[in-house]
């Protein structure tokens, strides 16, 4: 079985961090890219931030400088850190996992974790 289990999520008052994290078990192929993805209430799912096997980074502009996403690719494991959270942050967040066989592509979801930032 796939797994991804997700841990950190909570509710926080703005100005305040929480460190989201993502454990990845059952993993079929090499592990290409992990991410972090939101929506909101009414709202499309979007990108957060993302981070290769090798390391490279990517941010979504309204995180950028406040959020820092790393990995442990050992341990197939993924963390976002946040910052000086907002209340336009609070959202429910997903864990992703991108695997390459020689066979496909596969792209992998967790269940998501609440976050809540409090004016």
């Known amino acids: 079985q796939v797994q991804l289990v997700e841990s950190g999520g909570g509710l926080v008052q703005a100005g305040g961090s929480l460190r989201l994290s993502c454990a990845a078990s059952?993993?079929?192929?090499?592990?290409?890219?992990m991410g972090w993805y939101r929506q909101a209430p009414g709202k499309q799912r979007e990108l957060v931030a993302t981070?290769?096997?090798?390391?490279?980074?990517t941010y979504a502009n309204s995180v950028k400088g406040r959020f820092t996403i790393s990995g442990d690719n050992a341990k197939n494991t993924m963390y976002l850190q946040m910052n000086s959270l907002r209340p336009e942050d609070t959202a429910v967040y997903y864990c992703?996992?991108?695997?390459?066989?020689?066979?496909?592509?596969?792209?992998?979801w967790g269940q998501g974790t609440q976050v809540t930032v409090s004016s």
């Open positions: 059952g993993i079929i192929g090499s592990i290409t890219t």
């Open positions: 992703n996992v991108d695997a390459k066989t020689k066979y496909a592509v596969l792209r992998s």
């Open positions: 981070i290769t096997s090798g390391g490279t980074t």
